[in-house]
């Protein structure tokens, strides 16, 4: 079950102007044994506290169905049978929108009363054909549910936006209907067309911070933007500590020369035999100091050099408080963030020889300092940014 593209899934939030909470909830998870991807996307009827219970009741009551292998349509029916009605204009109180992609690209969507799902696909919008379901429970005209199912391509963007995005601008004089579909896909398109390897993450925000400006930077309703991009990995190479063979020192650093992607290296002694087997220098760098960590370094063909388990030690510590690299401060420890954050793929190789600067050589190798560090750093990796991780010992 292995796919050659990656998923890189990013959302913002914004709560109305007034309001400290958005009403709007987005949740992801991704299943690693089935390589498999769930994002969704809900919007409370309203806004504020209110209107974000409903949105989280139904984005968690979806993904865990969705998760569990439930029918994507039956989930949809159970959700609008299960969420109470609004008193007055007698419909449920959030919408929603289910992605369901597996490990084959291939895409399962249910819509309901949210914005239609945009694809975007070489430079242009592609017209998704859609089935139609009507929610006969459902005494309103918002009883349309839409299924769609489609395969990914490389370079493929998907966009699903909440209603505060496409309705921004109504009422004004140069947007009397508001910015609407056609007004996002405009602007969509000649932002990728400007910067056309745009991050997820950038383009969610160029989107929210276009329609705060279009609402003169004061929202009339929660905003929220989903962006899911499909394509091939980024890759990060850390190595920290010295085989357990010395033999095998010239597979470490034959392993970084031919890595395709950036590389790392944690650990004095570490570098001394990368620097030795692909003869070369390693020079201190003091340009970059960080207090209370070592100075990192600098080596031909890799991309930083830093110290071992301490920063490594740091590095585990810091990521347990940010969500995005741009959350992070620069630094030693924040480059090493910064650049797994960047990647979608990271690799580890950990040398088992034991330092005895940091561990009691009479205790389990399996208790040795590196290992349980960067175990604590893949686990974040993976539970907390979706990253796929692997380790291999030397």
Known sequence: MHNPFVIEAENLCYAKAGESICGDAVLFSKVKEENRFVAVMSDGLGSGAKANVSATMTSTMA???????????????????????????????????????????EVNIMEY?????????????????????TLTHIKTNR???????????????????????TQCGMGSDEMHFGWQISGLKNYIKNTVSETPKISAKSLCQSIISRAVSIDNGSLKDDASCCVLYYRKPRKLLIVSGPPYHKHNDVTLANSIKQFKGHTIVCGGTTAKIVARELDT?????????QPGLPPQAQMKGVDLVTEGVITLAKVSEEMQHYESKADVPDGVSGKIIKMMLESDEIEFISGTRINNAHQD???????????????????????KFYKKTSTTYL
């Open 63 to 105: 993904l865990q169905f969705t998760l569990a292998g439930e029918p994507i349509e039956r989930t949809a029916e159970f959700i609008t049978k299960t969420l109470p009605e609004d008193s007055l204009r007698k419909v449920s109180y959030s919408t929603f929108s289910i992605i369901d992609i597996n490990y084959r690209g």
């Open 113 to 133: 009363d949210n914005p239609s799902v945009l694809l975007l696909r070489d430079g242009d919008f592609i017209d998704l054909q859609k089935n139609e379901k």
């Open 143 to 165: 009883n349309k549910l839409y299924h769609y199912n489609f395969s990914l391509k490389k370079e493929d963007r998907i966009i699903l936006v909440s209603d505060g995005i």
């Open 281 to 289: 220098e390693v020079e201190i760098d003091l340009n970059h100091y």
């Open 361 to 383: 050589p009479n205790l389990p190798v399996e208790l040795e300092i590196r290992r349980n560090v960067i175990k604590r750093i893949t686990e974040i990796l993976e539970n």
